[in-house]
């Protein structure tokens, strides 16, 4: 059975860093495009970022360019976020398709998403 498997939310003040894991089982992840996807509250899901198979960076949402990396080895994908603000917190959640173009579709493989709050 393919999942995923998301790590590395908490509780952090501003300014400060996580680093977001997005972990595969059952299936090669390296063969997949892998995005990375925030929910908060009351609001849509929203893209973050998204790393092809072959290493290539292709997506980062305006609000967290500059902050946020998105990196990947054989069967991991990460997500460093620094300087943390207040508007960040979220179920951080990863998924998997071929493409970056189609990683957000109902079809993808999706984890279940790691909180990541906020708070001074």
Do not use: H
Not at 28 to 55: H, M
Not at 59 to 82: E, H, P, W
């Amino acid at each position: 059975q393919k999942e995923l498997a998301e790590s590395g939310g908490g509780l952090v003040q501003p300014g400060e860093s996580l680093r977001l894991s997005c972990a595969a089982s059952g299936f090669a992840l390296n063969t997949y495009a892998v995005g990375w996807f925030r929910q908060a509250p009351g609001k849509e899901r929203e893209v973050v970022s998204c790393i092809r198979n072959d290493g290539t960076i292709t997506i980062y949402a305006d609000s967290v360019k500059g902050r946020f990396t998105i990196s990947r080895d054989y069967n991991t994908v990460y997500l460093q976020m620094n300087s943390l603000k207040p508007e960040d917190p979220a179920v951080y959640i990863c998924a998997a398709d071929v493409l970056c173009s189609t990683v957000s579709d109902r079809r993808a493989i999706w984890g279940r998403g790691t909180q990541v709050t906020v708070s001074s």
